[in-house]
């Protein structure tokens, strides 16, 4: 068992910052989901780092996400199953 | 420029991974991205290797988002860190002997536009402090003086990292390493000094605090190296292993060397100045 990031879409979705996306340093990890106007994490490429817990807290100042373990999640987005599909996203992952 | 560079020969989109079909349809080709679209395009960068959390690793993933044409893009690297990640790009990628970047890339763009006459074709040397200011130094200064058409990114992490931390040129006095036990003696290096001494035409040193300032910045020191002379990037890109930076901490720690000594500063020449005035580097420059 590991912690993962994970985004609070309610919280999230209120702005369009889009600030982690930028700051994770791992590539297609934080993905951004126009349709549904929310950031999501690619759970199988997070490494666990939490840079974007603070970029979130502390420069974003939206507090949207928190670490939690992977088994505590539902619906989560593998980006080695699904590939990387924006139109297939639409806020259907958690 | 193109997508045709990378597209699949029809009948073919089968046997080609996920990864790369995304890559082709989703992926910059011919458009440059901005950092703002970050998550919503596919990157060029792959899964790879590199620490939680290093610092070097979101450089290396904005620089990829300011190449203006990836796809015309020879990338060359060497022992370090950084090429755990330089590799799982789908740029080709050079591994030099270590020291021996600058050289391969000299002699690489040189075969380049003899080869490709009606194609700019951009070299970029991404190596460590290690590589690039110790034992490498003198390929990277000769290559200077030559005034050889390419763009050198050091990822100054101020340490030998992949090796388990050495001190290198580039490590700050007094900075207790493991292999550093009692703190390094002497100064770190003045790259940038050196480069204006040796006539580089554009000279920027910088931190990964602003995602947007990376990716300008490479593609100002690409676009000048094509155009006009060599370009250099010194990129303060922590070793949270060996400085023993708590991976949550990794950002604040860039932005406090950044305001204590690191800063943000460029150096122009007057014609990299004028060439960059001539074209608009917030568009894709057709080529
Ligand atoms: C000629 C040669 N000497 C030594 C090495 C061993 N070596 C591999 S990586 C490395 C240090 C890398 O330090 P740096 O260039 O700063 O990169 P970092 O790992 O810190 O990113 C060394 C000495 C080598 N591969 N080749
Ligand atoms: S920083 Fe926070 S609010 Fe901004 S996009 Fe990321 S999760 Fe959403
Ligand atoms: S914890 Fe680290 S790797 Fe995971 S999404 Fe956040 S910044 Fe990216
Ligand atoms: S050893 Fe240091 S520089 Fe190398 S990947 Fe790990 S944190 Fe980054
Ligand atoms: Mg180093």
């Known amino acids: 068992m590991y912690l993962v990031a994970h985004i ?4 999230c979705s209120e702005t369009a910052c889009r600030l982690c996306t930028q700051y994770c340093p791992e590539a297609n990890t934080i993905l951004y989901d126009n349709a549904a106007k929310t950031a999501f994490v690619a759970v199988d490429r997070c490494k666990g780092c939490e840079i974007c817990v603070g970029i979130c807290d502390d420069l974003a100042k939206h507090h949207a996400i928190k670490m939690v373990m992977i088994t505590d999640l ?5 980006m080695s199953k699904e590939g990387f599909r924006p ?7 958690s | 420029m193109s997508v045709k560079n990378i597209s699949i020969t029809p009948g073919w989109e089968k046997y080609m991974t996920k990864e790369y079909q995304d890559l082709v349809e989703r992926g910059p080709y011919g458009k440059q991205k901005k950092v703002s679209e970050m998550g919503s395009f596919k990157e060029v960068l792959e899964e790879h290797p590199m620490c939680a959390g290093c610092a070097m690793t979101l450089f290396i993933r904005l620089t990829m988002v300011g190449l203006p044409n990836p796809e015309h893009t020879v990338l060359i690297g060497t022992a370090g860190c950084g090429r755990l990640a330089l590799t799982q790009t789908s740029i080709p990628f050079i591994y030099g002997n270590y020291g021996d970047t600058n050289a391969v890339a000299s002699g690489l ?3 380049l536009e003899v080869r490709f006459k009606d194609q700019a074709k951009d070299v970029v040397v991404m190596a460590g402090d ?5 034992i490498g130094f003198s390929a990277v200064m000769h290559s200077w003086f030559r005034k050889e058409r ?9 340490v030998y990292g992949n090796t388990g931390g050495q001190e290198s040129g580039m490590t700050e006095r007094g900075a207790l390493l493991k292999m550093a036990p009692k703190g390094k003696m002497f100064e770190k290096m003045d790259m940038m000094g050196l480069a204006q001494t040796a006539g580089v035409a554009y000279i920027a040193r910088l931190t990964p605090t602003n995602p947007t300032r990376v990716a300008s910045v490479v593609r100002k020191a690409v676009m000048i190296a094509r155009e006009v002379g060599p370009t250099f990037i010194q990129a303060y890109t922590s070793c949270n292993i ?9 950002l604040d720690d860039a932005r406090e060397i950044e305001a204590k000594r690191y800063g943000f500063t460029e150096i122009i020449s007057d014609e990299a100045k004028a060439y960059l005035d001539s074209i608009d580097t917030s568009k894709k420059v057709k080529k």
């Not at chain 2, 290690?130 to 110790?134: E, I, P, R, V």
């Not at chain 2, 060996?242 to 990794?250: H, R």
């Open chain 1, 8 to 11: 609070d879409q309610a919280i």
């Open chain 1, 74 to 78: 539902e619906n989560q987005f593998e």
């Open chain 1, 87 to 93: 139109d297939h996203w639409n806020g259907k992952h």
């Open chain 2, 109 to 111: 763009k040189r075969g």
């Open chain 2, 130 to 134: 290690g590589g690039l200011a110790d």
């Open chain 2, 150 to 158: 390419f763009t050198t990114i050091m990822l100054d992490n101020e």
């Open chain 2, 242 to 250: 060996e400085y023993a930076i708590p991976t949550p901490k990794v």
